[in-house]
Nanobody, 119 residues
């Protein structure tokens, strides 16, 4: 059974930084694109960032481009999202997703970690 566990969320002031981690068990991620998807209260799921299986291609939503950096470590079955210059509008539950197929489509998901940015 595939399990994804996110960590690193929390409360931070606007302008601050957080790094999210996603640990995958039960499956190798070495051939899967991985993604971070977020959902704010009362809103639809929103694509944040994705990274190809080999790390050579990355994608970002326009709203986070230049502020967030995605990375991965296949040997550790892990993905990461470094977030800088956080804004109140970044407040959401951030979920890691594997075998990403574009947008908010993926085959397996974590439960998510809460990120709250205060103004």
């Amino acid at each position: 059974q595939v399990q994804l566990v996110e960590s690193g969320g929390g409360l931070v002031q606007a302008g601050g930084s957080l790094t999210l981690s996603c640990a995958v068990s039960g499956r190798s991620i070495s051939t899967d694109s991985m993604a971070w998807i977020r959902q704010a209260p009362g809103k639809e799921r929103e694509f944040v960032s994705a990274i190809a299986w080999d790390g050579r291609s990355v994608w970002y939503a326009d709203s986070v481009k230049g502020r967030f950096t995605i990375s991965r470590d296949n040997a550790k079955r892990s993905a990461y999202l470094q977030m800088r210059s956080l804004r109140p509008e970044d407040t959401a539950v951030y979920s890691c997703a594997g075998h990403w197929r574009g947008g908010v489509n993926a085959d397996y998901w974590g439960q998510g970690t809460q990120v709250t940015v205060s103004s």
